[in-house]
């Protein structure tokens, strides 16, 4: 049995590790070599935010399911709001459904909402702390990792009690995709980072919530086979769902590809992946083009000029017209 426990251990965090390094090499390998794709998958109502909302979903009917099930009151409350907060966030991350089903926003909501959605989060009385948020989560997710790594190894006592009490401790065999959070939310190695760190949020609280779900609900002999069709079928499922969703509700993102060429990719010293972005845009008129766009590609070839170093990452008006004289001199 512990031989077979031990062995479990082992094929479980080789999975999560193994999982974290796929999806950060395919963020990657979009981000670099498909450029068209990676504005796909980072867009509005595209592949990141449908899977945010789907894993956020999952994981909130989950423990929704485990906070029914007969047991201690604390542990079953614990879930329960955590249940609730998961699926508020899965209504939230696509205003709950509203352009999916053309639902109009009441003029009384309009007002007082930044993007005029039926959200919550997108009020402007929390704006600032939306701008602040994701540091939060990020530095909140470091320091459960921290203190679930001090449990796990100095206090183990303490730790068995917490989880009985429904108190989460984060497994260590899931630090590897927690750490994809905090990754894209304090170092933006890509644009429009925040929307992957969302994703990956996500896609790590459901792995956390089936992980837990498993132990309230297998048999004492760990089943490895089981752990491994729950745990890559949720990514499959979510991955499926998000492109299935972003097919049937297929919207043009003009402004996003637009943003992408001329602000984003440039801003990286990517003149390239944004020529890409152009071309499809011409090839694809309905999907992207929009009045500025022609003006807006002769920008970034000028600015690909006078910044051809991807190094050289300045965009500050007073030291671009600085390097013009400079360069008429």
């Given at each position: 049995?512990?031989?077979?426990?031990?062995?479990?251990?082992?094929?479980e965090?080789?999975?999560?590790?193994?999982?974290?390094?796929?999806?950060?090499?395919?963020?990657?390998?979009?981000?670099?070599?498909?450029?068209?794709?990676?504005?796909?998958?980072?867009?509005?109502?595209?592949?990141?935010?449908?899977?945010?909302?789907?894993?956020?979903?999952?994981?909130?009917?989950?423990?929704?399911?485990?906070?029914?099930?007969?047991?201690?009151?604390?542990?079953?409350?614990?879930?329960?709001?955590?249940?609730?907060?998961?699926?508020?966030?899965?209504?939230?991350?696509?205003?709950?459904?509203?352009?999916?089903?053309?639902?109009?926003?009441?003029?009384?909501?309009?007002?007082?909402?930044?993007?005029?959605?039926?959200?919550?989060?997108?009020?402007?009385?929390?704006?600032?702390?939306n701008?602040?948020?994701?540091?939060?989560?990020?530095?909140?997710i470091?320091?459960?990792?921290?203190?679930?790594l001090?449990?796990?190894?100095?206090?183990?006592?303490?730790?068995?009690?917490?989880?009985?009490?429904?108190?989460?401790?984060?497994?260590?065999?899931?630090?590897?995709?927690?750490?994809?959070?905090?990754?894209?939310?304090?170092?933006?190695?890509t644009?429009?980072?925040?929307?992957?760190?969302?994703?990956?949020?996500?896609?790590?609280?459901?792995?956390?919530?089936?992980?837990?779900?498993?132990i309230?609900?297998?048999?004492?002999?760990?089943?490895?086979?089981?752990?491994?069709?729950?745990?890559?079928?949720?990514?499959?499922?979510v991955?499926?769902?998000?492109?299935?969703?972003?097919a049937?509700?297929?919207?043009?993102?003009?402004?996003?590809?637009?943003?992408?060429?001329?602000?984003?990719?440039?801003?990286?010293?990517?003149?390239?992946?944004?020529?890409?972005?152009?071309?499809?845009?011409?090839?694809h008129?309905?999907?992207?083009?929009?009045?500025?766009?022609?003006?807006?590609?002769?920008?970034?070839?000028?600015?690909?000029?006078?910044?051809?170093d991807?190094?050289?990452?300045?965009?500050?008006?007073?030291?671009?017209?600085?390097?013009?004289?400079?360069?008429?001199?």
């Amino acid at each position: 049995m512990q031989g077979n426990f031990r062995n479990t251990q082992k094929i479980e965090i080789i999975t999560y590790i193994v999982m974290a390094v796929i999806l950060l090499a395919g963020v990657y390998y979009l981000f670099y070599y498909d450029p068209v794709n990676y504005v796909v998958l980072i867009a509005e109502d595209k592949w990141a935010e449908y899977g945010t909302f789907v894993s956020f979903f999952i994981a909130g009917v989950l423990l929704l399911l485990l906070a029914s099930k007969q047991g201690a009151y604390l542990p079953r409350s614990i879930w329960l709001v955590i249940g609730l907060l998961a699926i508020f966030i899965a209504g939230e991350e696509v205003s709950w459904g509203q352009r999916v089903f053309d639902i109009k926003t009441p003029s009384s909501i309009k007002q007082y909402n930044s993007q005029n959605e039926l959200t919550l989060h997108n009020f402007k009385t929390f704006q600032d702390a939306n701008k602040k948020l994701p540091a939060v989560l990020a530095y909140l997710i470091l320091l459960w990792a921290l203190l679930s790594l001090a449990l796990t190894l100095f206090m183990r006592p303490l730790k068995q009690t917490l989880l009985k009490m429904g108190i989460p401790v984060l497994p260590m065999k899931l630090v590897p995709v927690f750490m994809l959070v905090p990754f894209f939310y304090l170092y933006f190695p890509t644009a429009k980072a925040d929307e992957l760190g969302e994703l990956f949020l996500g896609l790590a609280v459901m792995f956390w919530v089936i992980d837990l779900f498993f132990i309230h609900y297998r048999e004492q002999d760990f089943n490895q086979s089981a752990f491994l069709v729950s745990t890559i079928g949720a990514l499959i499922l979510v991955l499926s769902l998000s492109v299935s969703l972003t097919a049937l509700h297929a919207r043009p993102m003009p402004w996003r590809l637009n943003i992408m060429a001329v602000r984003d990719y440039p801003q990286f010293g990517m003149y390239q992946q944004s020529e890409v972005i152009y071309d499809y845009i011409y090839q694809h008129p309905e999907v992207g083009l929009r009045s500025n766009t022609h003006k807006d590609q002769l920008k970034m070839q000028r600015m690909a000029k006078i910044y051809p170093d991807p190094a050289e990452k300045v965009f500050n008006k007073k030291q671009l017209r600085w390097r013009r004289v400079k360069r008429k001199l």
